[in-house]
């Protein structure tokens, strides 16, 4: 008899264990993937430039002035950074 109530306890404690972990962790509601290359999530756009060499130039020279950058995938070409770096970015662009 000790065998079955053990057992019961178990099955008990796996039932409690994923009722917890589907209350924290089960509801993952963020929005579908963007799957066009249309959201950027939290870049904000600095630039914009029809060629992906001019787009790779103006990246490049970001970064060598400590500013973290990326550009899109397809044209025109956004050059995209941090809102926090948004300032810096702007002004190292226009030197």
Known sequence: MTGFYQTGIVFAVLGLLA???RYFAGND????????GTDFG????????????AANVLV?????????????RHAPYQ?????????NARLVLRS
Not at 63 to 72: D, F, H, L, P, Y
Not at 79 to 87: E, I, L, Q, S, T
Request: charge should be neutral; charged fraction near 25%; avoid cysteine.
């Open 42 to 53: 939290l870049l904000s756009e600095v630039a914009v430039v029809p060629t992906e060499e």
């Open 60 to 72: 490049q020279k970001l970064k060598q002035n400590g500013v973290r950058a990326t550009r899109s």
């Open 29 to 36: 509601r963020r929005p579908v993937p963007d799957l066009d």
């Open 79 to 87: 050059v995209m950074v941090f809102p926090a770096d948004v300032p």
């Open 19 to 21: 009722l917890v972990l």
